[in-house]
């Protein structure tokens, strides 16, 4: 069965620096990757998604992020953080074969705090 | 764009209540879900549909069931709610194979 792990559930960050959130997976073929934000009192939005081809991914609101299948890692990247940013970020994986289409195994989230 | 809206955002029941959730998307999305979220815990799947009377368990089942009668609403019910029941939760929709999920704003449900 598929897992997600994210090591860190809270990040303090100041504004204009530089954040990285990392996420592990457990899964024995090439999965799916996804990063969600949830802002306060919203539902969750995508940011990015990995299927297959070039490792790193660009997603909206100027994030990236790094496929590592040697390290089985997904790490979420933003050079320059925004008071805007502040929220919690979910990493999910997806097994995507025809028999789990759709199903997504989520991590815990990792709570980002931007001071100014 | 895609929009989910889910009946209420805060919902205050008591123990032993029938609980209803609603979810409707704008988008005729063939795939709906319903999670629940809780700290710490991140998303667990509880339903999905993939078509119109259709619906397969998630990961936590037991206590809720689901109905899917038109394929822009879908429900989740809580027969018998109980304390251990209160969370948020979220629904959300997806094209067939899109591998993109949109969610609602979510329920906050408290069961007293």
């Known amino acids: 069965a598929q897992s997600v792990t994210q090591p860190d559930i809270h990040i303090t960050v100041s504004e204009g620096a530089s954040l990285e959130l990392r996420c592990n997976y457990s899964?024995?073929?090439?999965?799916?990757l996804f990063w969600y934000v949830q802002s306060p009192g919203q539902g969750l939005q995508l940011l990015l998604k990995?299927?297959?081809?070039?490792?790193l991914v660009q997603g909206i609101k100027g994030f990236e992020a790094e496929f590592k299948r040697s390290q089985s890692s997904f790490n979420l990247r933003k050079p320059s953080v925004h008071w805007s940013d502040a929220a919690e970020y979910f990493c999910?994986?997806?097994?995507?074969?025809?028999?789990?289409?759709?199903?997504?195994?989520f991590g815990a989230g990792t709570q980002v705090v931007v001071t100014p | 764009d895609v929009k989910v809206t889910q009946s209420s955002r805060y919902l205050v029941k008591r123990t032993g209540e029938k609980v209803f959730l609603e979810c409707v998307q704008d988008?005729?999305?063939?795939?709906m879900f319903w999670y629940r979220q809780d700290p710490g815990l991140g998303l667990r799947l509880i339903y999905f549909?993939?078509?119109?009377?259709?619906?397969e368990k998630g990961d936590i089942p037991e206590g809720y069931s689901v109905s899917r009668e038109k394929k822009e609403r879908f429900s989740l019910i809580l027969e018998s709610a109980s304390t251990n029941q209160t969370s948020m939760y979220l629904c959300?929709?997806?094209?067939?194979?899109?591998?993109?999920?949109?969610f609602g704003p979510g329920t906050r449900l408290t069961v007293t």
């Open positions: 999910a994986v997806g097994a995507g074969t025809t028999d789990s289409w759709g199903k997504l195994q």
């Open positions: 899964y024995g073929a090439t999965p799916y």
């Open positions: 990995y299927f297959s081809g070039d490792t």
């Open positions: 988008m005729d999305h063939e795939n």
């Open positions: 549909s993939y078509d119109v009377k259709m619906k």
């Open positions: 959300a929709s997806e094209g067939a194979r899109s591998y993109e999920q949109y």
